[in-house]
């Protein structure tokens, strides 16, 4: 993924709302089956970190980016945002 593609994403979700939180939790099967959904359904997710999840933004982001299959775009503050292309319609229009 390139600078200004990466750009383009953080400037879409500046304008998103939260809508998933990693919690005491942490990253376990069931948020993981979530956000796998969400992902293909929307493509760039806003996901915010509470501190008793034990993990920094950036560290959930690596562990989410890994297991699936993702790109984190921007880790900032409690916030973290991550993206994926839908596999069945593709939304977001990434330029090259």
């Known amino acids: 993924m390139t600078g200004k593609q990466r750009a383009y994403l953080?400037?879409?979700a500046n304008t998103m709302e939260v809508i998933f939180q990693i919690g005491k939790n942490?990253?376990?099967e069931a948020i993981l089956k979530q956000l796998d959904d969400a992902l293909e359904?929307?493509?760039l997710i806003k996901i915010?970190?509470?501190e008793s999840s034990g993990m920094t933004p950036r560290e959930a982001s690596d562990v989410l980016c890994e297991k699936l299959n993702c790109e984190g775009i921007q880790a900032i503050g409690k916030k973290l945002v991550i993206?994926?292309?839908s596999r069945k319609k593709p939304k977001i229009k990434l330029i090259n």
């Open 10 to 12: 953080r400037s879409m």
């Open 26 to 28: 942490g990253i376990d």
């Open 41 to 43: 359904a929307r493509e």
């Open 48 to 50: 915010n970190v509470l």
């Open 83 to 85: 993206y994926r292309q």
